[in-house]
């Protein structure tokens, strides 16, 4: 990746999809404790203790869990599929995801390269809570919902591991997803290919984002069995996941 900036700012954190990446992986996310050391003269009271951080460090617990990770993280993309953690830096959009028994759910949706020049559509689902630094989402919720939202929503809840719905092989839940990422929201009326803000459930976009993602299903599909149209025309490789952070 290219070198983290010491300056910026999440747009997105996930306190327990990092928690449970760490402890599933033996990830320390914190370094030892410096300690203080007082002395007692004339009656004024010393001792020693730990010193109490005063802010977080985030950026330090993404080093650690981007360091232990290594080449499970996949930057690249050029690895035959699944991988199981994604990172890189790219332009994401985010937007409500209108699912079905799920609320205040978000999914953002990034368009990235593999080293092959193979198109990589990638789509994470997450929590509204963990979103920073964006207004209200935008006042017409109306348009296009997705049937799959119950599939992909058994997607996210089981971690890929179980498909019960009728979309029942990995390309087709995939191509829901993308779907879902591309085309909630659009009213038929307004041409929304490349511009989400003309769909309704838009939230924003952020350019330029450094992110590391757990990946769920990863599936490169068959050209002659898909014959997409709009946004997802074209689409050849799509992830499906959940963010770790962006930033």
């Not at 924003?204 to 990863?218: L, S």
Request: charged share 25%.
């Amino acid at each position: 990746m290219t070198a983290r900036h010491e300056v910026g700012r999440y747009v997105y954190w996930s306190d327990r999809a990092v928690q449970q990446v760490a402890e599933e992986n033996g990830i320390e996310l914190t370094g030892l404790r410096t300690w203080n050391f007082g002395l007692s003269f004339f009656g004024l009271q010393g001792g020693i203790g730990p010193q109490q951080r005063v802010t977080r460090n985030r950026l330090e617990e993404a080093r650690r869990i981007e360091n232990h990770l290594g080449t499970a993280a996949t930057e690249s993309l050029g690895q035959e599929p699944p991988a199981c953690y994604v990172k890189g830096v790219g332009n994401v959009d985010f937007a409500e995801f209108a699912g079905w028994h799920t609320r205040d759910a978000l999914v953002m949706h990034a368009r990235l390269r593999s080293v092959h020049g193979e198109r990589v559509d990638l789509c994470l689902f997450g929590s509204k809570d963990n979103l920073r630094g964006f207004g209200p989402s935008d006042g017409f919720a109306d348009g296009w919902t997705s049937s799959a939202a119950p599939a992909i929503e058994e997607l996210l809840h089981t971690r890929g591991r179980q498909n019960t719905s009728q979309w029942d092989d990995p390309q087709s839940r995939s191509v829901e997803a993308l779907k879902i990422a591309l085309d909630q929201g659009f009213s038929g009326t307004t041409d929304h290919t490349d511009h989400p803000e003309a769909r309704g459930f838009t939230i924003g976009h952020a350019g330029h984002c450094e992110f590391v993602a757990e990946i769920y299903t990863d599936v490169v599909l068959d050209p002659a069995r898909w014959n997409l149209e709009g946004d997802s025309a074209g689409a050849e490789r799509i992830m499906v996941g959940r963010p770790m952070w962006i930033r």
